[in-house]
């Protein structure tokens, strides 16, 4: 059977849209699109009365904007488990939709956990021809061959590192391996920070290079599907889609107003593209590691810049961006509120937070031929970084205790072709507890 085309979504929290207007998701539909998203994935929760007016608006201007499509995924956790009859009669009622998404002729569906009624699936299939690609992410890969007989393939929510370090592929790979033939759907997400108290949520995991280096990963894994997480958690700080003010969850607003994230769109197309044009032996991305050191910093303290090769060029007409992420608050500015490094209730070993998440402005940063970059965070010294490839490179600079606004530019042979500056790096923290959250931006904005 020939392979499906590769398909990238961006989960969607419907429990967050309930006062989305039709215009307002043809708007999200079309950033979407503009991104090279495919689609999203449409998490709902049994206990949310407002669900099926929500799912009938998406797939009718899904179907309107044409060229994107939506599949369903049933939350197990929030709410608990959904009755069969009702997952059989949700599916039935939007599979026939040109917006719903297909695979291998069946409309796909999805799942956030619910391993423990994992039985009740052969007879929902049975019933919806549906095919089944569920996150059943605390099974760990090696829990997954004792479902193989009941999936069709998986989803996995293993997003972000456990600690003080960046995100590998030993998970994604172990997936692959256990699925074999059948599809996996690896997950990309750029940040985590959760700060619920009726939830009882209050931990981080460590975005800094994770939106880079995740797409890097993608391009070089080459998984069936890809799922970002995602387009509107705003309650998790993962969002990338615009702030829908309505849909913020209660106690969040503190942490995700003021806080855009629209910008982790900009180089969207070029990963996605990227992704969807490579195969196992040719990669359309190649990547060197150079180390650039600033004679401005403590001896030994180096930036590491992965340049993006010539390939990608390829892709889209290169335009000089800036895009830009970090802290407001440095992670000494105030109160932790609590918050810890890693969530002890997976049993993860509790680390401070600050250790977790570095005190740096990070920035990939698209150049059309090599160039000099320069960021000035205040009134401190400009750090003096060099792109030495066409593409896509990344950066990070530490605040080294600077605070003020943040200065970046591109130049090359002594002229200035494009630069922005982020807002200041402050103590001054909202309610005086520090915002784990980051701030996003891009010369774009300007």
């Keep these: 059977m020939a392979q499906d085309p590769k398909s990238v979504f961006a989960h969607f929290i419907v429990g967050n849209a309930a006062s989305m207007t039709r215009e307002e998701w043809e708007t999200d539909i079309s950033l979407a699109k503009t991104a090279h998203i495919d689609g999203f994935a449409l998490n709902i929760a049994p206990q949310d009365s407002y669900t099926d007016d929500v799912?009938?608006?998406?797939?009718?201007?899904?179907?309107?904007?044409?060229?994107?499509?939506?599949?369903?995924?049933?939350?197990?956790?929030?709410?608990?488990?959904?009755?069969?009859?009702?997952?059989?009669?949700?599916?039935?009622?939007?599979?026939?939709?040109?917006?719903?998404?297909?695979?291998?002729?069946?409309?796909?569906?999805?799942t956030f956990e619910g391993v423990n009624n994992a039985q009740d699936w052969p007879s929902i299939k049975a019933a919806t021809?549906?095919?089944f690609v569920p996150s059943w992410t605390s099974l760990r890969p090696q829990g997954i061959s004792g479902v193989l007989d009941v999936v069709d393939g998986m989803f996995s929510w293993d997003a972000w590192a456990e600690g003080a370090q960046s995100k590998s592929t030993e998970s994604d790979e172990a997936y692959m391996d256990v699925l074999g033939d059948k599809p996996y759907m690896m997950p990309a997400s750029p940040w985590f920070y959760t700060n619920l108290p009726e939830w009882n949520k209050n931990w981080l995991w460590r975005g800094d290079d994770l939106w880079y280096d995740r797409w890097q990963q993608v391009i070089q894994l080459q998984p069936a599907m890809v799922q970002i997480i995602t387009w509107n958690d705003y309650g998790e700080a993962h969002y990338i889609g615009p702030i829908h003010e309505s849909g913020i969850p209660k106690d969040a607003a503190d942490y995700v107003l003021g806080n855009p994230h629209d910008a982790w769109r900009a180089f969207l197309p070029r990963y996605i593209d990227a992704y969807k044009s490579n195969n196992a032996s040719e990669q359309s991305i190649e990547l060197e590691l150079t180390t650039v050191t600033d004679p401005a910093l403590k001896p030994n303290s180096n930036f590491a810049c992965a340049n993006v090769g010539p390939k990608t060029a390829k892709i889209h007409k290169t335009l000089d961006t800036i895009t830009y992420w970090y802290k407001l608050n440095p992670s000494t500015a105030g109160d932790k509120g609590g918050t810890t490094g890693n969530n002890p209730d997976q049993g993860q070993p509790v680390l401070d937070p600050a250790e977790v998440s570095e005190d740096k402005v990070f920035m990939s940063i698209l150049v059309e031929e090599p160039s000099d970059i320069s960021v000035q965070i205040g009134q401190s010294p400009p750090t003096q970084l060099q792109a030495k490839a066409a593409g896509i490179n990344h950066f990070s600079v530490p605040f080294n205790g600077q605070k003020g606004p943040v200065a970046m530019s591109v130049s090359r042979n002594g002229q200035t072709v494009v630069s922005t500056t982020g807002p200041e790096i402050t103590d001054k923290c909202a309610n005086g507890k520090i915002n784990w959250n980051a701030y996003v931006g891009s010369s774009l904005d300007d």
């Design 55 to 110: 799912l009938q608006v998406a797939y009718n201007a899904a179907a309107v904007m044409g060229n994107f499509t939506i599949f369903l995924s049933f939350d197990y956790l929030s709410g608990g488990p959904w009755p069969v009859d009702r997952v059989i009669q949700t599916i039935d009622r939007y599979k026939d939709s040109p917006a719903q998404f297909r695979y291998q002729g069946r409309p796909l569906v999805s």
């Design 129 to 131: 021809g549906c095919f």
